[in-house]
Nanobody, 113 residues
């Protein structure tokens, strides 16, 4: 079964860190471009970061540059999003997306004191 499963979300205080994971099954993750998106309540889904399958190059939205890092473990068929210096405005449901045409189910990240 083709699927992406996110994990690692939770409640964290401002300035804290979380690492999100997105595990792929049924296909090889690094054959396709992969990205992280987020959607806050009442807002549209927006791109956060992506990684190219061809050369591993990465891109980040301006609002996370210097704080978030996307990475991939091919042996585990998993992509990660390391999130540091979290802010309340980072609160959202985070989704991973594979250019295979798949979305994960999302994981909630809440940044609050």
């Amino acid at each position: 079964q083709l699927q992406l499963v996110e994990s690692g979300g939770g409640l964290v205080q401002p300035g804290g860190s979380l690492r999100l994971s997105c595990a792929a099954s049924g296909f090889t993750l690094d054959y396709y471009d992969i990205g992280w998106f987020r959607q806050a309540p009442g807002k549209e889904r927006e791109g956060v970061s992506c990684m190219s399958s061809s050369d591993g190059s990465t891109h980040y939205a301006d609002f996370v540059k210097g704080r978030f890092t996307i990475s991939r473990d091919n042996a585990k068929n998993t992509v990660y999003l390391q999130m540091n210096s979290l802010k309340p405005e980072d609160t959202a449901v985070y989704y991973c997306y594979s250019d295979r045409g798949l979305w994960g189910q999302g994981t909630q990240v809440t940044v609050s004191s």
